[in-house]
């Protein structure tokens, strides 16, 4: 297909249908989210698939939104850190875990950190340590030094399975 193409595209976001028009076959969902929906909480980093600050779940799966077309989204569940915060402005478990180790300085990778662990937790409840360090390889943090991340996922992890 042409990647100059208009198309309509009726996307699942967070429960609601979104129509968006005059969208390029080429552009990503990472583009669509944030510059035509508004959804920023999706961060842009390196746009190259290489830092996971873009993450969201599509079909309950963390994808990097920067490496999938908008348009071959449609029909599928896509989840960003909008739809998983709780309309309450309360935190859930893990984003207080992640307050409680202090493992969030500038914020900038956190919303896909959160997703991608969610993702993870709810895949491998029994998941360990190795198991966090090598399924959270994708999202990068330029700040913390990933321990106290870590420590915030495991405390989550321990706490669900009751260890
Ligand atoms: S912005 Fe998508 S992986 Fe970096
Ligand atoms: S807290 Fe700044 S990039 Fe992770």
Same mark, same amino acid.
């Given at each position: 297909?042409?990647?100059?193409?208009?198309?309509?595209? &009726?996307?699942?976001?967070?429960?609601?249908?979104?129509?968006?028009? +005059?969208?390029?076959?080429?552009?990503?969902?990472?583009?669509?989210?944030? +510059?035509?929906?508004?959804?920023?909480?999706?961060?842009?980093?390196?746009?190259?698939?290489?830092?996971?600050?873009?993450?969201?779940?599509?079909?309950?799966?963390?994808?990097?939104?920067?490496?999938?077309?908008?348009?071959?989204?449609?029909?599928?569940? $896509?989840?960003? $850190?909008?739809?998983?915060?709780?309309?309450?402005?309360?935190?859930?478990?893990?984003?207080?875990?992640?307050?409680?180790?202090?493992?969030?300085?500038?914020?900038?990778?956190?919303?896909?950190?959160?997703l991608a662990a969610e993702s993870l937790l709810a895949e491998r409840p029994d998941a360990?340590?190795? +198991? $966090?360090?090598?399924?959270?390889?994708?999202?990068l943090c330029r700040c913390t030094g990933y321990s106290s991340i870590l420590a915030a $996922?495991?405390?989550?992890?321990?706490? &669900?399975?009751?260890?």
């Open positions: 297909m042409n990647r100059h193409a208009l198309l309509s595209c &009726r996307l699942r976001i967070n429960g609601a249908s979104h129509d968006v028009e +005059d969208v390029h076959f080429g552009d990503t969902l990472l583009e669509v989210l944030r +510059d035509r929906l508004g959804l920023v909480g999706t961060k842009q980093g390196c746009e190259d698939g290489q830092c996971g600050a873009c993450t969201v779940l599509i079909d309950g799966q963390p994808v990097n939104s920067c490496l999938e077309l908008a348009a071959e989204t449609v029909g599928r569940e $896509i989840v960003t $850190i909008e739809g998983y915060n709780r309309r309450d402005g309360s935190l859930t478990p893990l984003q207080e875990a992640l307050v409680r180790q202090a493992a969030i300085q500038c914020g900038f990778c956190i919303p896909g950190i959160v360990t340590e190795d +198991d $966090i360090r090598t399924e959270m390889d994708g999202n $996922i495991l405390e989550v992890a321990e706490t &669900r399975r009751g260890s």
